[in-house]
């Protein structure tokens, strides 16, 4: 017997969906973890980041591929695949109008960030070339004028590089946000980055609500530490002994 979920819009639009269908959307199957409801509970799964309009498109998506096997799982040691993408998914893509619609999410996913990490690869020079743009938007759409920023240059692992630690610094300093290098594969500098940006964030006063500075100079401090959401970062009431990072320019 299949169960239902009621799903709340920011626009407050409910659409009522077979949890099967609802789990098929990572947005949505981790809000209902984050929530920790159940199958079955009448509880209402608010999505303050999506609009109707848009909700609407995820679940006619999901409802199209509902029957559809599991994708295979990743592994290094196979061939890369290439798969023909069906002709439904093909017009669901070309439909102009469904393109406009999800661009609407760009300003809710910027607004009220406290920090932004804009990431290029320092091995294609594209990428770094397209941070302008991505700094424009955030930019334009956050509605937080301290909003912390760090430009992170990733895959320093790899040969042939393209984009030198210079280019990357000189960048951070003509847009004043912080640097950091590193590579995701041999999590050289992932945790300094991290931290930094957190950091930063906890130095800056105004990124916080007023009735919040307390609690976040108890945590900045070294007092009282806490759990920042069910699947956030754990701040524990030890002190941590400050690392020494690699590729950290920050």
Not at 26 to 41: F, N, R, S, V, Y
Not at 74 to 84: G, H, L, M, T, V
Not at 199 to 209: A, D
Request: aromatic fraction near 6%.
């Amino acid at each position: 017997m299949s169960t239902t979920i009621k799903l709340l819009s920011s626009d407050k639009e409910v659409f009522e969906v077979d949890t099967k269908v609802a789990k098929m959307s990572a947005t949505i199957k981790t809000m209902l973890e984050d929530l920790g409801l159940d199958e079955g509970d009448d509880e209402m799964v608010p999505l303050p980041s999506i609009e109707g309009p848009i909700l609407k498109k995820i679940v006619e998506w999901a409802e199209h591929h509902k029957s559809d096997p599991p994708a295979p799982e990743d592994d290094d040691n196979k061939e890369k695949r290439s798969d023909d993408i069906p002709e439904w998914d093909v017009d669901f893509l070309k439909d102009t109008a469904g393109q406009e619609r999800f661009r609407t999410l760009t300003p809710s996913y910027y607004r009220d960030g406290q920090g932004a990490i804009l990431m290029y690869d320092v091995t294609d020079r594209n990428t770094f070339v397209k941070l302008e743009t991505w700094l424009d938007e955030l930019n334009t759409y956050c509605n937080k004028s301290e909003i912390v920023k760090m430009v992170v240059g990733n895959k320093i692992d790899l040969p042939d590089r393209q984009v030198t630690t210079e280019e990357g610094l000189n960048f951070a300093r003509r847009h004043q946000t912080l640097y950091i290098e590193s590579s995701a594969k041999t999590a050289d500098g992932v945790k300094c980055c991290f931290e930094e940006l957190v950091q930063k964030i906890l130095q800056t006063p105004g990124l916080w609500e007023h009735n919040n500075s307390s609690r976040i100079q108890n945590i900045a401090g070294g007092g009282p530490r806490q759990r920042l959401g069910k699947r956030g970062m754990l701040l524990t009431d030890d002190p941590q002994p400050q690392d020494a990072y690699n590729n950290c320019y920050c």
